[in-house]
């Protein structure tokens, strides 16, 4: 979603090389053959200067998984300003190293879809996840795993979060495709051809599937697991002017989780569903996974 994010990388996303150099940082990108996908899933990650030092050999960094909003793609939050902000968040000590890894998700909303044929979730936890962490010196433990995402990839990492707790130590979200519509609003909304009923279609089924919407929205995740994501660390931020109205949705998790006492932290800022507004409070996004991980330790 993310329009202006996608209006700035429709031309440069195309391929970039298996490993881009930036000082003694690097980007390196390549794909995963997936037995569950039954293809090629490409992916990015960052990996912060000295890493590759052989006094750092036998050290294992935190890492945080990003996903990416729809119509992006696996290099978007390195090629739309994110990797100047990245560097610039860890030369002023705000931030220190981690790696960050960014999947392909294409239109999937990072879940299994609701006919079976593309099981994202799956290869999500049991194949991705353990990739990355034997060929990456990453931790292989809940405190040192994070997962953050923007708009589809914001739904997705709470999603994942919420579902998974034992995975992941914290999660973010900017403007996350949390919908507060019923599946009966949204089947409506599919027979007369509203963009959002064709983007919920191939995902959810058409009609929605009810179990599998249920199985997998967030709001019904924070209510089941309360309890077992009271240790989980969580923040997530809205435009007030989000185009697709995600601030509604935005708004009705955080009363939820002050209703059933979860800790987290929320922000309604002004702006819009654009690459500006994200760029502006990724930046806090990350220093919030940092605190966490230097938490967690």
């Known amino acids: 979603m993310a329009r202006g994010l996608r209006t700035l990388v429709v031309s440069a996303f195309l391929l970039i090389p298996v490993s ?10 390549s794909a995963l053959p997936s037995r569950l996908l039954k293809r090629n899933v490409r992916y990015c990650v960052l990996i912060p200067e000295g890493y590759d030092s052989p006094s750092n050999a036998k050290r294992l960094y935190p890492v945080l998984y990003f996903l990416h909003g729809l119509g992006e793609n696996e290099q978007t939050l390195f090629r739309s300003g994110g990797w100047d902000l990245i560097q610039d968040l860890r030369q002023q000590n705000k931030i220190g190293d981690f790696l960050i890894v960014t999947p ?9 879809s609701a006919d079976g044929k593309v099981p994202y979730s799956d290869f999500f936890v049991r194949e991705f996840v353990p990739y990355i962490e034997g060929r990456y010196h990453v931790q292989r433990r809940k ?8 708009s589809m990839g914001g739904y997705g990492a709470l999603r994942f979060a919420l579902a998974y707790p034992e995975m992941f130590s914290s999660v973010s979200a900017q403007s996350a495709a949390l919908i507060t519509d019923s599946p009966q609003q949204l089947d409506t909304a599919m027979r007369s051809g509203a963009q959002l009923g064709r983007l919920l279609a191939p995902v959810f089924g058409d009609p929605i599937n009810v179990p599998h919407w249920r199985q997998n929205d967030p709001f019904v995740l924070a209510r089941e697991n309360k309890v077992r994501i009271a240790k989980l660390k969580i923040y997530f931020n809205c435009g007030k002017s989000d185009e697709y109205g995600f601030e509604a949705g935005a708004e009705a998790l955080h009363r939820q989780l002050e209703v059933e006492a979860v800790k987290h932290e929320f922000h309604l800022y002004p702006g819009d569903h654009s690459a500006a507004y994200f760029l502006s409070h990724l930046g806090e996004t990350l220093e919030f996974h940092w605190y966490a991980f230097q938490a967690a330790r």
Request: hydrophobic share 45%; charged share 15%; aromatic share 14%.
């Open 20 to 29: 881009l150099i930036f000082g003694q940082s690097r980007i390196d990108c």
């Open 143 to 150: 405190s040192g795993r994070a997962i953050s995402g923007l």
């Open 104 to 112: 392909e998700g294409w239109a999937s909303f990072f879940i299994n």
